[in-house]
């Protein structure tokens, strides 16, 4: 066990976070149990997330914020702590995700990341190993705000229909991930396209693959193997994924369609209509 008095807040975001939400809490003249109390938290969630057990979320961060009047330090620091925890390999393709202007995603068999719910991520995460399973996911959907940002980029992905047919989590997880995808019809930012099965052989049968592009940067192609992550800016690699990418775009089912075959999956495939 990590003892308070032991942590260096110089040691990771994770330590940092807990040293100031200690000291603050300290500084108001409160228990654990009272700022829990205050937050609508456990105490023991508290004593957990100042001596760097547990991974603060953004709402936490948000109520500590006001109920401590740190002026949104918390909000700002819970970012750097999510970003740390995600795996080594990973770190660089979160902050080309935060950095790009348009993001450009082909997948073969699941919802890319940006697009899980929290169930399904679960699922996906969960499949081998149920190790710190709770907080792996809060990381990866923290990632998702970016969507929130004041100018957040234009994201397009096609998914292989298979991705609608591989029964992830079961019916009901199934079911609340296409309707989450559903739930992004009409807006202009975030576009999903199905590439059907009756296309047969495609550009993307080499495997998944983003593209990440920038204002004043050159494009960045990523693609992803057993922990390991590979970006890579070389022009001729950039060529060729955004010529297969082209022709996956040109070859899916319109925005209107998709969503036409999302819900008729969710119909007879989970058993739940959509309106």
């Known amino acids: 066990m990590t003892h308070i008095n032991a942590l260096d807040p110089g040691a990771s ?9 200690r000291r603050r809490r300290e500084a108001a003249g409160l228990t ?5 109390d205050i937050l609508n938290y456990t105490g023991s969630l ?20 006001a109920a401590l009047g740190t002026d949104g330090m918390f909000s700002r620091l819970v970012e750097l702590v999510l970003r740390s925890r995600l795996p080594a390999w990973f770190q660089q393709v979160a902050e080309l995700e935060m950095r790009a202007t348009d993001i450009c995603s082909f997948q073969t068999h699941m919802v890319l990341g940006l697009l899980q719910t929290r169930r399904y991520a679960q699922s996906v995460l969960g499949a081998l190993d149920h190790t710190d399973l709770e907080d792996r996911t809060a990381v990866r959907l923290a990632r998702q705000r970016v969507f929130e940002k004041e100018e957040p980029p234009v994201f397009w992905a096609v998914l292989s229909e298979a991705v609608l047919h591989l029964g992830i989590g079961g019916p009901e997880v199934m079911r609340e991930q296409l309707a989450h995808l559903l739930s992004f019809e009409g807006n202009p930012k975030i576009n999903i ?27 960045i192609v990523y693609t992803e193997s057993y922990g390991s992550g590979h970006p890579t800016a070389n022009p001729d690699t950039v060529k060729n994924c955004s010529l297969r990418y082209d022709h996956l775009r040109a070859a899916a089912l ?3 369609d998709s969503a036409r075959l999302i819900r008729r999956a969710m119909e007879d495939r989970y058993g739940d209509a959509v309106a």
């Open 13 to 21: 975001p994770l330590d940092y976070y807990g040293f100031e939400l």
């Open 32 to 36: 654990q149990r009272q700022l829990g």
């Open 46 to 65: 508290v004593g957990q997330i100042e001596t760097a057990r547990k991974i603060p979320t953004p709402e936490f961060s948000e109520r500590a914020d």
């Open 193 to 219: 396209q199905v590439l059907p099965h009756t296309v047969g052989a495609h550009a993307g049968l080499t495997g998944s693959f983003d593209l990440y592009h920038f204002a004043a940067d050159p494009t």
């Open 254 to 256: 319109s925005l209107k």
